[in-house]
C-alpha cells in the first residue's frame, strides 16, 4: 500500500523559509518521479514543482522560481521542497504525489497523494 506523508507545514512570516518533506513507503521510491502541488481555498490544486527519478531534472511553475527548491533523497524514500521568501500568495495545503516513470507536470499524471500539510504565510 502506497503512503505518502508530508510534513514541515506551518505559520510563518512573509520573507520566512519552511521545508517541507514528504516520506514515501509501499513503492520502489527511486522508480518514480515525485511532484509537489499546493490547493488554496477557493481554488484548484495547483503544480509547484517535480523532480526526476535521479533528481537530475527539476521543473517548476513560474510563480515560485528562483524561491522553492525541489529535492529527494532516494536512500531515504523522501522528497523535499525548500521555501525561501515567502509570500502571501504561497498560503495553501501543499500535498506531495507519486509521478509517473518520466516526468510531467500535469496533475493527472500524478497518483497517490498525501494527505496535505498547511503552509500559512503572514503578511
Known amino acids: 500500500q502506497v503512503q505518502l506523508v508530508e510534513s514541515g507545514g506551518g505559520l510563518v512570516q512573509a520573507g520566512g523559509s519552511l521545508r517541507l518533506s514528504c516520506a514515501a513507503s509501499?513503492?520502489?521510491?527511486?522508480?518514480?518521479?515525485m511532484g509537489w502541488f499546493r490547493q488554496a481555498p477557493g481554488k484548484e490544486r495547483e503544480f509547484v514543482a517535480t523532480?526526476?527519478?535521479?533528481?537530475?531534472?527539476?521543473y517548476y511553475t513560474d510563480s515560485v522560481k528562483g524561491r522553492f527548491t525541489i529535492s529527494r533523497d532516494n536512500a531515504k524514500n523522501t522528497v523535499y521542497l525548500q521555501m525561501n521568501s515567502l509570500k502571501p500568495e504561497d498560503t495553501a495545503v501543499y500535498y506531495c504525489?507519486?509521478?509517473?516513470?518520466?516526468?510531467?507536470?500535469?496533475?493527472?499524471?500524478?497518483?497517490?497523494w498525501g494527505q496535505g500539510t498547511q503552509v500559512t504565510v503572514s503578511s
Open positions: 504525489a507519486r509521478g509517473r516513470v518520466a516526468v510531467r507536470t500535469d496533475k493527472d499524471d500524478f497518483s497517490y
Open positions: 523532480i526526476s527519478r535521479t533528481g537530475s531534472s527539476t
Open positions: 509501499g513503492l520502489t521510491f527511486s522508480v518514480y518521479a
